[in-house]
């Protein structure tokens, strides 16, 4: 059984850090694995990926310079470092792993991903 477990969210003023830490339990994490944010009402979108044809990390233009995307393969565990928060960036944090390629969309799309964490949230205030 695939279980993704997300962990390191909190409350933090704006400039401040957190690291994310999403620990994976009957998968590997290879290829299409990465983080992902959620607010309220919104749709959601892609914030940190490994792309699948190098491995290196891709982000979202807001968060470029400010977080990095980390994997220990011997913890199969992934990590997202997040600097320099903004209030902007409060929502809700999931990992995600594997592919769904029935529903490719890019890889910092969500439908492109089989499975999830539940979430960790992160508020920033101002």
């Known amino acids: 059984q695939v279980q993704l477990v997300e962990s390191g969210g909190g409350s933090v003023q704006a400039g401040g850090s957190l690291r994310l830490s999403c620990a994976a339990s009957?998968?590997?994490?290879?290829?299409?694995r990465g983080w992902f944010r959620q607010e309220p009402g919104k749709e959601r979108e892609g914030v940190a990926v490994?792309?699948?044809?190098?491995?290196?990390?891709v982000y979202t233009d807001s968060v470029k310079g400010r977080f990095t995307l980390s994997q220990d393969n011997l913890k199969n565990t992934l990590y997202l470092q997040m600097n320099s928060l903004k209030p902007e960036d409060s929502a809700t944090y999931y990992c995600?792993?594997?592919?769904?390629?029935?529903?490719?969309?890019?890889?910092?799309?969500?439908?492109?991903?089989?499975?999830w964490g539940r979430g960790t949230q992160v508020t920033v205030s101002s």
């Open positions: 995600a792993g594997g592919l769904n390629a029935s529903a490719y969309g890019g890889i910092l799309a969500p439908t492109t991903y089989r499975n």
């Open positions: 009957g998968y590997i994490f290879s290829n299409y």
């Open positions: 490994f792309d699948p044809t190098d491995g290196s990390p």
